[in-house]
């Protein structure tokens, strides 16, 4: 009775090996394609994708009526100044374009990214806005960025950021929050 069972176990793995080499022959083992056997007995091909990359697509800012139309000309000045690689100054940046568009009336003395939103609340009248997506503040707002000491500042464009460059990216600082100055 064992002898039957090992034959019959012996004929059904030798019958598989073969089917398994009819359907793969002619099929040619490849890194950038995969070959594979139609309905109708053709080999058909496909590329193989080893990574796959979608851009993500933001929508531009939203104009908010009640902030001070100074923002968003803040906004222009910084964009048109910006550099094309940051020159880790983002705070300098923003602070000079605050005080060229008439926003505020004197130069911030706080030296660093992380202490801005503080300063502009407390000396310049800012307030903090309640968005938690750095993508859905509006156009002329000052988004502070930071984690412990280290910390980025920008000024939300029509379509991305700008402090002392330009980008349309997503900080690698956590958003602490995002300033807005209404129109009085």
Known sequence: MQRFFFLVFVSLAALLSTTINARSEGL?????????SNFDGSIGSARIIHRYWV?????????????????????????????????????????????ESGVIDSYPKTSYATEAGEELVQ??????????????????????????????????????????????????YPLVAVYGKFSS
Do not use: M
């Open 28 to 36: 040619a083992k490849s890194r950038t394609r995969f070959y594979y």
């Open 55 to 99: 851009p993500v697509v933001h929508p531009d800012a939203p104009v908010d009526s009640r902030l001070d139309p100074r923002l968003r000309k803040a906004a222009t000045i910084a964009q048109e100044r910006a550099n094309a690689r940051s020159q880790s100054r983002c705070w300098q940046y923003v602070k000079t374009a605050l005080v």
């Open 123 to 172: 000396n310049y009248g800012f307030k903090k806005l309640p968005i938690h997506d750095q993508f859905a503040a509006p156009l002329g707002a000052v988004l502070v960025f930071g984690h412990g000491a280290e910390g980025h500042v920008v000024i939300r464009t029509r379509d991305g950021f700008v402090s002392d460059y330009l980008t349309k990216n997503r900080c690698k």
